[in-house]
């Protein structure tokens, strides 16, 4: 049994969904977390987590859409996250990769976040790509639990998100050649790991460049096994009970 912590799942992406699940459950997957974080993918997934057994969803306003998103449609956000499955905000956090020069606006769309998952105690699910340092100190304003989503940092920024009680999410990269995330999985404890595929992007070896799906979290979980030289049972059983823990899933 494998738990996506992390995925998209858009009619733009998939021309059949049904297919999609299908498959994913042949594929061991239990549960599949689905990211809605756009004002079109948060209307798509609020019908895929009703439709679907499998499929539970995050919800929140991405950082590349900083400029366009208003107080309304936090309110609109506060609004719809009261659903049993609906079990996290993301995803949430800072992108300075094309530029810096929304960053007020990215700071506030972020906390304005934090502060509805630290009023609902809700989990979070991190985006930040070159923009650790502020990541991080904005992180330790509030009292969040999540997923550092995608991480492939470094072994003293893993560190530090753990200390501070956060999961990692291990997706794709894990696989790809010259990763440089094998060396940080292998010192970090089993009990900070979550997988995730990102999907439909970041596809793991050997699939890489063929679009991702769920069903395809057995090929992060078998690098992590031969990484962490554990059986592979052993990676599923943690990583899904990490997940549970924090999504409260029974
Ligand atoms: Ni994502």
């Known amino acids: 049994m494998f738990i996506d912590t992390h995925c998209h799942l858009s009619g733009e992406d998939y021309d059949d969904i049904d297919k999609i699940i299908e498959e994913d459950k ?49 309110n609109y956000l506060k609004k719809i996250l009261d659903n049993e499955k609906i079990v996290g905000i993301g995803e949430i956090g800072l992108d300075y990769h094309y530029g810096k020069e929304n960053i007020d606006k990215q700071k506030w769309l972020f906390e304005s976040q934090l502060k509805i998952a630290e009023e609902l105690n809700l989990p979070v699910i991190i985006h930040s790509r070159d923009a650790t340092l502020d990541t991080i100190n904005i992180l330790k304003k509030y009292r969040v639990k999540g997923i550092i989503h995608c991480f492939s940092g470094s072994l003293e920024t893993a560190n530090i998100y753990i200390k501070m009680g956060f ?36 596809t793991p070896v050997p699939f890489r460049g063929k679009q991702n799906s769920s069903k395809y979290l057995k090929y992060i979980a078998e690098y992590i096994s031969d990484i962490k030289d554990i059986d592979i049972d052993e990676v599923s059983k943690i990583t899904s009970r990490n997940a549970c823990n924090l999504f409260d899933f029974k």
Do not use: Q, R, W
Request: aromatic content about 8%; charged content about 25%.
């Open 26 to 74: 042949n594929a061991m997957v239990d549960k599949i977390v689905v990211s809605g974080c756009s004002k079109e993918s948060i209307e798509e997934v609020l019908v895929l987590k009703d439709k679907y057994d499998i499929v539970y969803a995050t919800l929140g306003y991405h950082p590349e859409y900083a400029s366009i998103i208003t107080e309304d449609d936090l």
């Open 167 to 202: 999961l990692l999410g291990i997706g794709g990269v894990l696989t790809f050649k010259n990763s440089k995330l094998k060396e940080v999985v292998k010192e970090i404890p089993m009990e900070s790991i979550v997988l995730e595929t990102d999907s439909p992007y970041l």
